[in-house]
């Protein structure tokens, strides 16, 4: 019978730039009385790897340009809320095009590749007047932690970097993968059949999604628990790094939900 | 520390029309060794829910019309396969409004509202010669499985019926909730603070959708367990059925990810 079982790892210090996040968390999870394991899927909320690795902007270092000022102007316009203009240039030096900006959201393509709300830009659990961005390449910080665990703990896992991004034609926001390593992002059984021969309809599965998802399920967003462990799915592990999470993009030029 | 297990329920038997599906999973979680208990949420794949409705159609009584026979054509030469314009028909018979028809794939509003490829009609895991459709009414359908479930044992649990789903701008498919009786589909914390008093950025969390995606983690596709079980999240739960999955759908027109 299939199972898994996912726990929140509590006790996780306040993250600072240039600390060694994989002790943070080995050493977290030790103290949890739960130690990471082969074979488990860390899960880690990508603001703790934004913070160790310094893609945070203090707002005072920003100087707004002409889009940024004039963004700002009108999303104050249509939601009757001030808006500050550096914030807005933060995100569009995170933006490699503008999807839309409208209602006072800005909806960007990221430089990475992900489509999300502000270019995953995010003053939540930020410092004062500090912005923290998404990891420059959350694939490298994924397989970076995940070698840090394998040496500062002994143990084979895979990690996943998650962020909250909205969607298309549902409300709210789901955790998403933006960095993978250790485990294939999407199981591919186009071609395979059902028991009676069949051709499957969903066959094309984005596990590393349904795994980002978990998370939030576990740990309450104000709790200050940025990391989940998932056990019980050692088989979906893989000895390479693997594709990472850029995998799950889609080219617009492919994309039919649009 | 937050935590939760997820077990499929292995053993379910072909499900029939008109056969009663709360007594089928009850029995097998039962002979799985692992009964149901107060506060878990079960998870269901949609397919054996509209069989036990009878949402499911014989090609053999399906007249295709002019556009199902165009578009059927017309899909034919884009993919090199061939393609029957009866199941066509039953995917437009279910279909509000076509979002897409293009490289041998439609993308449809359904009459319930849900934007997804074929209208979510499936040939997989059906009798041969015949098409799945999704349930009718899907929260309908989770309301009276929970009943169904605390009628047939006694206790108090959340249903969600699932279906596979392509998205903008991401690769693959992942589940997402349908149907849903007794949890709120999405977690508002609009207007929370983070524990330093700032704002949160993803703050109306679609919980139910999370929840789904755990449910193809623990099963294999073609393995026919189309039963997840959800232990260690009862304070999800609520005496009400509420909302139902209905909540989760996007008017267009307030869509900013289009």
Chains 1, 2 share one sequence.
Do not use: Y
Request: charged share 25%.
């Amino acid at each position: 019978m299939g199972s898994l079982n996912v726990r929140a790892v509590p006790g996780l210090p306040e993250v600072r730039i240039g600390e060694d996040l994989a002790a943070l968390i080995a050493e977290a999870a030790v103290r949890a009385g739960a130690p990471l394991a082969d074979g488990e899927i860390v899960v880690v909320a990508h603001k703790v790897v934004s913070k160790a690795e310094g893609a945070v902007v203090a707002l005072g270092d920003v100087e707004p340009g002409e889009q940024a000022r004039e963004l700002a102007a009108r999303f104050a316009a249509e939601t009757g809320q001030p808006r500050d203009p550096r914030a807005v240039q933060v995100v569009l030096d995170q933006t490699r095009e503008v999807v839309r900006a409208e209602r006072g959201v800005l909806i960007s393509r990221t430089h990475h590749g992900f489509v999300c709300a502000n270019a995953g830009v995010d003053a939540s659990n930020a410092a004062e007047d500090t912005l923290v961005l998404l990891p420059r390449d959350p694939d490298g910080s994924a397989r970076r932690l995940r070698a840090g665990l394998a040496q500062s703990c002994g143990v084979e896992v895979a990690v996943l970097i998650a962020d909250s991004f909205g969607r298309a034609w549902r409300h709210g926001q789901v955790d998403v993968a933006i960095g993978l390593a250790g485990l294939d992002p999407l199981q591919d059984w186009r071609g395979r059949h059902d028991a009676r021969g069949m051709q499957l309809r969903a066959t094309w599965l984005a596990l590393a999604d349904a795994l980002a998802a978990l998370g939030e399920l576990v740990r309450a967003k104000d709790s200050g628990e940025p990391v989940a462990v998932v056990a019980g799915l050692e088989r979906l592990l893989t000895v390479e790094d693997g594709p990472g999470a850029a995998a799950l993009l889609r080219p617009a030029e492919e994309d039919l939900f649009l």
